[in-house]
């Protein structure tokens, strides 16, 4: 299957470190960066030099890290590593060579040098341009991912943007099972439209097993619940910042007491002997009758309100997101903890929810991408050359090979450097790390990274340095595709309180993307400290603080 050979499933996206490390030595004999790649162009070769280098840089860590005498003294040998600022403020540098580039070339009348000027100016974007697509690109195009590109860009085939997602969305896949059939796809020699309709079997098998265990489970409302849940904190979030008549609000708070009222009950059937046994479920079982009951009474409360323009004011003063402790919080509170205590009473259950969410929405896209089999179109070389073109790293190694200016040739290389030192931690932490790739003039300087956890856990982590407010580190958990955690952390009391007023915004925000803010707490810690969060984002697996 040609489509399924795209299904290489890998632990970084970022082809460097213990791979490159492993690789280095033939790919100086060969010439060229992959297998049966045609002789390399200049900047393809420049490329596969570079890529050399810091192979020869992760293998000396590699040699530390594994001569280290324990766990500790290996941390220490990585937490240097990510110190290393060479090019501390690198989208600002890159701004300055741009100018300085410029410059040579109306000095030397070079077209050249003036195209690789442009090349920085154009992916120099300010940081109002943020957007989650820009960011993608930015991210891409930076110079971190630059070899896993030059990869992707050489396969023979160029995929509609459906079959990506559909690629995409197997490669996520939570049913390790299910991904393990799929990939066997990758053995078999059937041409695309065969191996989608073996794919479509598969899926639909898949989603009928699920489907008949869930059916078959004592915990199969208390499963629909859970979204009841979400769905109710949803709408209450949605419409906050309308006017509601009394009516409409009497009639929306009557409907939830009933249905919390009724899910206290269902709770408190769910304990079993064995549960009881079991200290995780007792600590959280008790949690969640304790946020289910505070429900109650709030709901009880606006309830027993005659007045019509008091209950609209209580009802407005209970579910405001910027308060902590609204009604959404707690309907979110009670949708993670009865989820939690689901997955312990049937771990099956549970699980098979999930497996028949990802079934349906794979055979969706799937049905997507089928119909686009026949835009599947071959890469041309003008395509292939693209990658090069657009991305920092491959255009500063250009700099470093055809300037004239000494001072623009250190930069280019110190910048370099700093490159490829993140793609080194990247590799080594099997996430993504980078620099802010977006001009700030507030800013000083930042790191991003990006990683996987186990199973719908999803990381990000910001680093930024404002020279108004200081620093600020913030950490982003998606949890199951739907909820967020949100983590602060900031050098000033200032900076901390300016957050704080605009909370609500952003849990807004949040929230008109589909998405339920199920924590969300700020902090102020010294810089030393929030220097240390950046550097254990390498070991961060879930959770952060505080846990709802």
């Known amino acids: 299957m040609d489509v399924a050979n795209s299904l290489n499933i890998s632990n970084t996206s970022v082809q460097t470190g213990q791979n490159a490390t492993q690789n280095a030595p033939a790919r ?3 010439g060229s960066l992959f297998k049966n790649q045609p002789a390399g162009t200049p900047s393809e070769q420049t490329v596969s030099n570079a890529l050399d280098n810091v192979g020869k840089l992760v293998a000396r860590v590699l040699d530390d890290l594994k001569s280290a005498s324990s766990l500790s003294k290996a941390e220490q040998i990585l937490s240097q590593a990510k110190d290393t600022k060479i090019a501390p403020n690198l989208a600002s540098e890159l701004s300055d060579l741009a100018k300085s580039l410029e410059a ?5 009348e070079s ?7 442009l090349k920085l100016k154009e992916f ?6 943020l957007k989650a697509g820009s960011l993608n690109d930015q991210i891409k195009n930076s110079g971190v991912m630059l070899e896993a590109n030059l990869k992707d860009a050489l ?5 509609p943007s459906s079959i990506q997602k559909l690629l995409s969305d197997i490669k996520n896949l939570s049913n390790q099972n299910l991904l393990s059939q799929i990939l066997t796809l990758n053995d078999e020699s ?47 979030d949605k419409n906050f910042s309308k006017e509601q008549s009394a009516d409409a609000v009497k009639s929306q708070t009557s409907k939830m007491e009933n249905f919390i009222s009724n899910l206290s009950e269902k709770v408190g059937n769910l304990a079993s002997e064995k549960l009881n046994q079991n200290f995780g479920f007792t600590q959280n079982h008790k949690e969640l009758k304790a946020i289910l009951e505070s429900l109650k009474n709030d709901l009880k409360m606006l309830n027993n309100i005659g007045d019509e323009a008091g209950l609209v004011k209580a009802f407005n003063e209970v579910s405001d997101v910027s308060k902590e402790g609204s009604l959404q919080d707690k309907l979110q509170s009670a949708a993670r903890r009865l989820a939690h205590s689901l997955s312990l009473a049937d771990p099956e259950a549970s699980a098979a929810k999930s497996d028949l969410a990802e079934s349906k929405a794979l055979l969706k896209q799937l049905k997507l991408a089928t119909n686009d089999i026949n835009n599947i179109t071959t890469k041309s070389q003008s395509e292939i050359s693209k990658v090069l073109n657009q ?5 500063l190694l250009n700099i470093s090979e055809k300037s004239q200016n000494a001072q623009s040739v250190n930069a280019a290389n110190k910048m370099i450097s700093q490159i490829e030192m993140h793609q080194m931690v990247s590799s080594l932490q099997g996430g993504i790390q980078t620099y802010m790739p977006y001009i700030w003039d507030g800013v000083e300087g930042g790191n991003v990274a990006f990683k996987q956890g186990k199973k719908d856990k999803f990381y990000a982590q910001i680093d930024l340095n404002f020279k108004k407010f200081g620093q600020i580190n913030v950490m982003v958990g998606l949890v199951d595709k739907r909820y967020i955690d949100l983590s602060v952390a900031t050098q000033t009391n200032e900076f901390k309180e300016l957050i704080l007023g605009n909370s609500s915004e952003l849990k807004q925000a949040i929230s008109k993307l589909g998405l339920i803010v199920s924590n969300f707490n700020i902090k102020t810690l010294p810089k030393v400290k929030l220097n240390d969060r950046f550097k254990n984002f390498g070991g961060l697996d879930v959770g952060f603080d505080k846990k709802i």
């Open 190 to 236: 059937l041409d695309n439209q065969n191996s989608f309709m073996k794919l479509t079997s598969m899926l639909e098998k898949a989603s009928g097993d699920a489907k008949n265990l869930l059916d078959n489970s004592s915990i199969k409302t208390l499963l629909k619940d859970v979204d009841k849940l979400d769905n109710v904190a949803k709408f209450l």
């Open 111 to 117: 077209p050249e040098i003036k195209s690789l000027a």
């Open 124 to 129: 120099l974007k300010p940081i109002a341009d």
């Open 28 to 30: 100086k004999n060969e």
């Open 391 to 395: 991305d920092v790293k491959s255009t």
């Open 104 to 108: 040579e070339a109306v000095q030397n």
């Open 155 to 159: 396969t023979p085939e160029k995929l």
